[in-house]
């Protein structure tokens, strides 16, 4: 079955960056881009970016562009969010997401960025 | 981009009820939406794709329907496992945009 594995929970200092994982495993990961989704406290979920792990093509919301570095390792079907200058406003939840032909079908179970020095 | 308008913002009902909430699309979107549930602690779980496609195992008490800018999702008799945060979510166009959410929670 898919399964979206994500790294774990993470403690970073404000301006440091974070290196997060998403191994895919269940189907052909270069099939599906994958997508990354931020769910702020007590908000609605945003889309960060996507990549397409075949082509290594990637998109971003602006919102994020100079923020998001996303990355996939084709041997080990991960896919990796870098997210840099790191201030309390990202201390949240990101989520992967698996997006198929008719919409973004499996979720990862997320990982708990937490900014403090 | 496209906003996605959810409402109500939240609600309560009762076992057997039946439950509707909206999402209304800032511009055309086709059929390009899904309904997610999200109960606490949990990640978002797909129910309907395309507006009105029941994902495999959902329970058919829920129903998606709508097109163009107007959505929206029905459960029919709402059950004790059903309280949660539905979403609806836009994939017509990036960035890819969720409504706000709806808070469904039992009397």
């Known amino acids: 079955q898919v399964k979206l594995l994500q790294s774990g929970a993470a403690l970073v200092k404000p301006g440091d960056s974070v290196k997060m994982s998403c191994k895919a495993s269940?189907?052909?990961?270069?099939?599906?881009?994958i997508h990354w989704v931020k769910q702020s406290h007590g908000k609605s979920l945003e889309c960060i970016g996507y990549?397409?792990?075949?082509?290594?093509?990637?998109n971003y919301n602006e919102n994020f562009k100079t923020k998001a570095t996303l990355t996939v390792d084709k041997s080990s079907s991960t896919a990796f969010m870098e997210f840099s200058r790191l201030t309390s406003e990202d201390s949240t939840i990101y989520y992967c997401?698996?997006?198929?032909?008719?919409?973004?079908?499996?979720w990862g179970p997320g990982v708990m960025v937490t900014v403090s020095s | 981009n496209t906003v996605m308008t959810q409402s109500p913002t939240s609600m309560f009902t009762s076992v057997g009820d039946r439950v509707t909430m909206s999402c209304e699309a800032s511009?055309?979107?086709?059929?390009?939406v899904g309904w997610y549930q999200q109960k606490t602690g949990q990640s978002p779980k797909r129910l309907i794709y395309?507006?009105?496609n029941r994902d495999t195992g959902v329970p058919d008490r829920f129903t998606g329907s709508g097109s163009g800018t107007d959505f929206t999702l029905t459960i029919s008799n709402m059950q004790a496992e059903d309280p949660a945060i539905y979403y609806c979510?836009?994939?017509?166009?990036?960035?890819?945009?969720f409504g706000a959410g709806t808070k469904l929670e039992l009397k």
């Open positions: 511009q055309n979107v086709g059929i390009n």
């Open positions: 395309w507006a009105s």
């Open positions: 979510l836009q994939h017509n166009s990036y960035p890819y945009t």
């Open positions: 997401a698996r997006e198929a032909s008719f919409g973004v079908d499996y």
């Open positions: 269940g189907y052909t990961f270069t099939d599906y881009i």
């Open positions: 990549i397409n792990p075949y082509s290594d093509i990637t």
